[in-house]
């Protein structure tokens, strides 16, 4: 078990995330994306960035905490949960 854990650490750079990241994760988790359809458009304007800079930074957070998010598509809508 030890050794799946270890693995699991391996995996999550959350301390590489930047401050952009950092809050969309936590604004992610205490979303109801898993059950709501995602919106870009409404991440944008939630925080004042174009939807470009959200696109690479749910890329980033996928490439860099792959543990605490998952994206997913259902019911012909992206979802996004995180943990």
Known sequence: ???VYALYMA???STDLDEFETGLLTWLVE???HVEPWSTSKAAKAFMVDE???YE?????SRKVPSRIQIF????ALH???D
């Open 80 to 82: 996004i949960a995180a």
């Open 31 to 33: 979303s109801d994306f």
């Open 73 to 76: 598509y259902k019911d012909g």
């Open 11 to 13: 995996d999550d750079q």
């Open 1 to 3: 078990m030890l050794e």
């Open 52 to 54: 470009d800079t959200i």
């Open 57 to 61: 930074a749910v890329a980033s957070l």
